[in-house]
Every structure is written in structure tokens, then in C-alpha cells.
Nanobody
Framework: VQLQASGGGLVQAGGSLRLSCVAPERPFSTYTMGWFRQAPGQEREFVAVINDSGDGRYYGNFVKGRFTISRDNAKNTVYLQMNSLKPEDTAVYYC???????????????WGRGTQVTVSS
């Protein structure tokens, strides 16, 4: 599954961004989709995961209600709405797909190119 993430950019603290990830290959609706991030010098970190049907959503502890993951299976797209952004949210954000309902990065077999999110203070 080839994934294409977009929507990153530069935003001030407290602002919002909406990331999108398109998986043009089928069968998108059977995959669990996830967002992860990696800041310079740090390990890749789990941000949010949504299962194939969309009724199971999981978030990293640091999210604290600020982010929402969603998907549109008709458009083969997963979204990450990020509100109340903080400078510590600055990272490259990646989308990924998995055949199982999991939040562990190594269980995701396909990864897209990341999109840079930079939050200024």
C-alpha cells in the first residue's frame, strides 16, 4: 500500500493543522491506519491509530484530547486533526498501515513519506 501524507506546515502555538494520508492502493478499508511522529534525535512515537471500521481509536498519552483521527474509506484517506498545538509537537509525522489492530510501530508494514509539522512559540 503506497501512502502519501500531506498537510504539514508551520503554525503558531495554539493553532491547528489537519494532516491527510491517501492510500491509493486497495483494499484500504481492511487496514488499521496510524499516525506516528519523529522529532530529531528521538525515536518514532505513536500518535493515533484507527481500526479498519473506524470504531476503534487510540491515542498517545500526550495527545490529551487535542488530536482526532478519522478515516473516509470511500476516499482511501485517513486524517489527523491537530488542535491546540504546542512547540513540543514539532516533528515529522508519518502515516502507516497495518493488517492488525495495533499501536506498535513495528507492526505497521507500510509507511508513507513524512510531512513536517513545526510549531513556533
Amino acid at each position: 500500500v503506497q501512502l502519501q501524507a500531506s498537510g504539514g506546515g508551520l503554525v503558531q502555538a495554539g493553532g491547528s493543522l489537519r494532516l491527510s494520508c491517501v492510500a491509493p492502493e486497495r483494499p484500504f478499508s481492511t487496514y488499521t491506519m496510524g499516525w506516528f511522529r519523529q522529532a530529531p534525535g528521538q525515536e518514532r512515537e505513536f500518535v493515533a491509530v484507527i481500526n479498519d471500521s473506524g470504531d476503534g481509536r487510540y491515542y498517545g498519552n500526550f495527545v490529551k484530547g487535542r488530536f482526532t483521527i478519522s478515516r473516509d474509506n470511500a476516499k482511501n484517506t485517513v486524517y489527523l486533526q491537530m488542535n491546540s498545538l504546542k512547540p513540543e509537537d514539532t516533528a515529522v509525522y508519518y502515516c502507516a498501515s497495518s493488517n492488525t489492530e495495533t499501536t506498535v510501530p513495528r507492526d505497521f508494514g507500510s509507511w508513507g513519506r513524512g510531512t513536517q509539522v513545526t510549531v513556533s512559540s
